[in-house]
C-alpha cells in the first residue's frame, strides 16, 4: 500500500510565493511519474505539475508556466512544488498524485491554498 503524505498549503498575499512538499512511502517501485492537481471550489480537479522520475522530465499546466516549478527526489520518492506570483485564482485544495505505468495511481489527502486579493 502506498501513502502519500503532503505539506506547506496555507494562506498567502497575492504576488506572494508558496511551497507544497509530498513524500510517498510504501510500494512505490514501478511508479514513474508523481505530480499535483488542484481543485477549486465547483470545478473539477485539474492538472498542475509533473515530474517523471526517469530523464526527470516536467510538465505545467498553460496557467501556472513561468510561476510554478516542480522538483523531484526519484530515491526518496518525493516532490516539492515551488508557487510564486500566485493570483486569487490559485486558491484550490492542491493534492499530491504518484502515477504507475497502466494508468494506476494514489492521491495524497489534500492541502489548502488560499491566496488573497
Known amino acids: 500500500q502506498v501513502q502519500l503524505v503532503e505539506s506547506g498549503g496555507g494562506l498567502v498575499q497575492a504576488g506572494g510565493s508558496l511551497r507544497l512538499s509530498c513524500a510517498a512511502s510504501?510500494?512505490?517501485?514501478?511508479?514513474?511519474?508523481m505530480g499535483w492537481f488542484r481543485q477549486a471550489p465547483g470545478k473539477e480537479r485539474e492538472f498542475v505539475a509533473a515530474i517523471t522520475w526517469s530523464g526527470g522530465n516536467t510538465y505545467y499546466a498553460d496557467s501556472v508556466k513561468g510561476r510554478f516549478t516542480i522538483s523531484g527526489d526519484n530515491v526518496k520518492k518525493a516532490v516539492s512544488l515551488q508557487m510564486n506570483s500566485l493570483k486569487p485564482e490559485d486558491t484550490a485544495v492542491y493534492y499530491c498524485n504518484l502515477k504507475w505505468v497502466g494508468g494506476n495511481d494514489c492521491w495524497g489527502q489534500g492541502t489548502q491554498v488560499t491566496v488573497s486579493s
Open positions: 510504501g510500494r512505490t517501485s514501478s511508479s514513474y511519474r
